[in-house]
């Protein structure tokens, strides 16, 4: 697709693109199953995807475009609770839906409901996303995998219940607050498909300085680890739907984690990792006990339809 | 789903929200079926219906998202066929896709491909949606039906080929001719979904004023006429992709139509009706052989998926 699409505003492939007058734009399509997992449902799940896609890039999420694919049949219920889930979602933010389409497929041509979302915002004054630097510390905002393990409990139906909930945010207000340190602020990633390894190699590979994760520093909910150890998944890799990741300015670390732990959005913050000065665009991490490998991007997903 | 929504860009359900920054926003998925039919594709109708939106709204389209949903097992070949098609239709009007999400869902979750575009957009200055008044021309930019009538015969593989291609065209370039009279072009609309007759209704119970739709002057070709007359359907609600309605200030309907018949995407326009003075919101239909009736909005689709 890209070299056929390919234009200024495409290259970068940021979460959001960016349009003259500091607009950010983006989308997405949901196609998660269970439509209803804990801690969201597609409707939630829609709205915080374009929401954090815009947020990450600095933007507030302000205007957001809805298209819905039914399968004949589906129940007028569920249909209506997701969307209220989704005038919730959106409302928590102040972003409104003001466009919308609805298609309607005969039974057996969809599994219930996708829902694509498309979203535009304005870029915050004073941050620039910009290539990290050596010495700049990484943040995630809060333990990671939630989503992933929820997902994969509600589909699996295990026996014994994990009692994991999905992370499944809408992160503006987080960012919002965040962006007292604009300019310490280098470049932010929401570490859904792939997780948090995923996003940093390519966070690596883009900006061309070599990563080092600390992995006895990443949050982790024994719940979630508990379920990887289990089924053989790497925490690392499990997608989070309300996380952010930031590399930012080493003097200012301290201060953005506070900031970040004071949220309701970030109370699990920590300082993950740092950019090394090295030209190779690796990702190393750190092992807990010590030792060393180098990440890599996840090839493909540990679970399909997470999303 | 509109009181759960509500807002003000919202409200006026037009074919795209009216941002600040004079911005329009729209949104549209695409489930047609069959994927390829004479005169486009999906791809081809997936660009051209966010650009028509976009155009009717008086804005030029200028950014594009794309949200493929592609079953497992869709032919590599002819996803690129696509990806070539709205690559082609977007660089026709000088719109750009600037950003993309792909899904997969697993065989028997999708019938092949479902595509979400959304649009942004610039309004042209000095044009300024309003209602229509009282002895204000209704043009049409070309026959109405071919759309619907080639999806129709493309899926029941009817016999006897009628030979007639979709009208599925990106509109821009016309509108932006007929900008030449912004001021005199109260309101566009593409008739998709519902056709000609289920436009005109709602401009007409919208603004109040009834309308009257002169039969003989609406042009349909042939082949769709015979189509419709085979099949029991009425040409006056097949959906277009490549047409639009306009409510013109009466001095201005003769210059507009000039302009719309020297451009290649209105070659056929014609004048096809009026509004009158009469505060019912009623449209009536001045039958070929001079009776009168009156017209509704149609209640459900001739066919499901033909966009």
Redesign the interface.
Known sequence: ?LP??D?P??RPLAD??L?P?R?A???????VKPLCFPGGDIGKLAICGTVNDLAVSGARP??I?????IEEGFHLDQLEQI??S??QT?RSVGA???????????R????GL?I?T?G?GQMHNGFEPTDPRPGDAILVSGPIGDHEAAIFQARQQIAERLDVASDCAALWPLVEAMMAHAGDIRVMRDPTRGGLATVLCEIASRCGYSMELDEAAVPVRSEVRGLCELVGFDPLYMACEGRLLAAVAPDAAESILDIMRHHPLGGGAAIVGRVLDERKGKTYLKTAIGGGRILRMLAAGQL??IC
């Open positions: 697709m056929r699409f234009n505003a495409l959001a693109a349009l007058g607009l734009f983006t989308t997405d399509s949901f196609v302000q205007w475009s809805c298209g819905l694919i969307i209220e989704m005038a959106a409104q839906i003001v466009t919308g389409d609805t298609k309607m497929v005969e057996g041509n969809a599994d996708y694509n498309a535009v399909p339809r």
